[in-house]
T-cell receptor, first 113, second 113 residues
Framework: GENVEQHPSTLSVQEGDSAVIKCTYS??????FPWYKQELGKGPQLIID?????GEKKDQRIAVTLNKTAKHFSLHITETQPEDSAVYFC????????????FGTGTQLKVEL | EAGVAQSPRYKIIEKRQSVAFWCNPISGHATLYWYQQILGQGPKLLIQFQNNGVVDDSQLPKDRFSAERLKGVDSTLKIQPAKLEDSAVYLCASSLNGEVEQYFGPGTRLTVT
């Protein structure tokens, strides 16, 4: 089955700096890669996703890149703000095959003032 | 649009007791998922429903876990008897007729003592 690895497990940045979280996946058939943000006491919230037919996607301060050959994808957050502090999860899925999500282990991002 | 609703939010039980969780998905979402999230890990799929039918329950410990979605709307997940290792957050998610974008509820935090 699919295996998703995520690094780093914790990340501390100064407000205004950029943050990068990286994930690798094992199943070359995976073609959908969402990123979720989970705040304390809440469920994961979908913040951005990318499909295998594109290499990059941006939404304001958030961007995701995908390298299908290397089987890795990354989340980039620019101009970080204290409200970006949360746990971020990457996931991978094969669309049309039940859309089962396999999650990474999470990255605790802390944005310091 | 109302999100995914779950109850209770917290539950503390002793080992060998039984417990049930309830989920009401986003209106119109035919696909419903139950995930288990152990502290410090990403969510792991337990069971997936399409309307009132089971699509995937391959990772559900069927000797103690059961789930149903009788009318194709809300769902219950039951554990009987509970073990210490069942302590986790149980997340419910839904998607529009199997679409890849999944939306999560706030979860139920279960503590087994």
């Amino acid at each position: 089955g699919e295996n998703v690895e995520q690094h780093p497990s914790t990340l501390s940045v100064q407000e205004g700096d950029s943050a990068v979280i990286k994930c690798t996946y094992s199943d070359s058939a995976s073609n959908y890669f969402p990123w979720y943000k989970q705040e304390l006491g809440k469920g994961p919230q979908l913040i951005i996703d990318i499909r295998s037919n594109v290499g990059e996607k941006k939404d304001q301060r958030i961007a995701v890149t995908l390298n299908k050959t290397a089987k890795h994808f990354s989340l980039h957050i620019t101009e970080t703000q204290p409200e970006d502090s949360a746990v971020y999860f990457c996931a991978a899925s094969i669309t049309g095959g039940g859309n089962k999500l396999t999650f990474g282990t999470g990255t605790q991002l802390k944005v310091e003032l | 649009e109302a999100g995914v609703a779950q109850s209770p939010r917290y539950k503390i039980i002793e080992k060998r007791q039984s417990v049930a969780f309830w989920c009401n998905p986003i209106s119109g979402h035919a696909t419903l998922y139950w995930y288990q999230q152990i502290l410090g890990q990403g969510p792991k799929l337990l069971i997936q429903f399409q309307n009132n039918g089971v699509v995937d329950d391959s990772q559900l410990p069927k000797d103690r876990f059961s789930a149903e979605r009788l009318k194709g709307v809300d769902s219950t997940l039951k554990i009987q008897p509970a073990k210490l290792e069942d302590s986790a957050v149980y997340l419910c998610a839904s998607s529009l007729n199997g679409e890849v974008e999944q939306y999560f509820g706030p979860g139920t935090r279960l503590t087994v003592t």
